[in-house]
């Protein structure tokens, strides 16, 4: 059973294999997850109806409670976004057309390095 399991893994490209994820990646998906999940929220990292924004999602999916303060994977998540959109993920964000499924679709792009 093991070897076939092995086997089965071979086939996955290497990238998109969850044990390989390094932790930002790893809290980008999460991040996607929540978004999906609970839906986007707007100018706030997490709203009355329980959605998260951007920034909020990542830190939520970094901590397991939120905050402002950006350290070690949670920073490296930000940058990674941050990178892949040119600009500000708050302002990024806020923009009044950005949809739920556009913000799910951009954090596992990134997340998956495509």
């Not at 071979?10 to 390094?22: K, Q």
């Not at 839906?39 to 990292?45: E, R």
């Not at 303060?69 to 940058?79: D, H």
């Not at 941050?82 to 913000?103: D, K």
Request: positive net charge.
């Amino acid at each position: 059973m093991f070897v076939e399991h092995e086997k089965r893994e071979a086939n996955v490209p290497h990238r998109e294999r969850p044990h390989t994820l390094d932790k930002p990646a790893k809290i980008l998906l999460d991040a996607a997850d929540l978004i999906e999940q609970y839906g986007l929220a707007k100018g706030t990292q997490r709203d009355a109806e329980g959605r998260y924004c951007t920034y909020g999602a990542v830190m939520w999916a970094a901590t397991g409670y939120g905050g402002l303060a950006l350290n070690g994977p949670a920073a490296r998540a930000i940058e990674r976004i941050q990178r892949a959109i040119g600009h500000s993920v708050a302002a990024w964000n806020n923009i009044p057309e950005r949809s739920q499924g556009e913000v799910v679709c951009l954090l596992r792009r990134v997340a998956l390095g495509r």
